[in-house]
Nanobody, 119 residues
């Protein structure tokens, strides 16, 4: 079992920045940030593979968000810059320990943290 504890989030005006953090209680193969806005599907916005540090981003956040890791603390951060009102959503940290069909299996989830961007 892996427990994920998220922190950060909050409210900011458009163009501002926020930083989310997610601390994992044990080994993970990869970690990611998802978001879900009311009435919309859940979207994976950033992924990091903890062994090599490779990162991937959705087109909607590429160039504005950065995912990074602090291996000593088993923590992943999501730095969000140039925030837009459409970034408003509940953000969830997820972790995978296994791979299925070449993709991480997101078995572990944080409680979620709200990000609100006002225009």
């Amino acid at each position: 079992q892996v427990q994920l504890v998220e922190s950060g989030g909050g409210s900011v005006q458009a163009g501002g920045s926020l930083r989310l953090s997610c601390a994992a209680s044990g080994y993970t193969y990869s970690m990611a940030w998802f978001r879900q806005a009311p009435g919309k599907e859940r979207e994976r916005v950033a992924t990091i593979y903890t062994a090599g540090g490779s990162t991937y981003y959705s087109d909607s956040v590429k160039g504005r968000f950065t995912i990074s890791q602090d291996n000593a603390k088993n923590t992943v951060h999501l730095q969000m810059n140039s925030l837009k009102p459409e970034d408003t959503a509940m953000y969830y940290c997820a972790a995978a320990r296994t791979v299925v069909g070449g993709s991480p299996r997101w078995d572990y989830w944080g409680q979620g943290t709200q990000v609100t961007v006002s225009s």
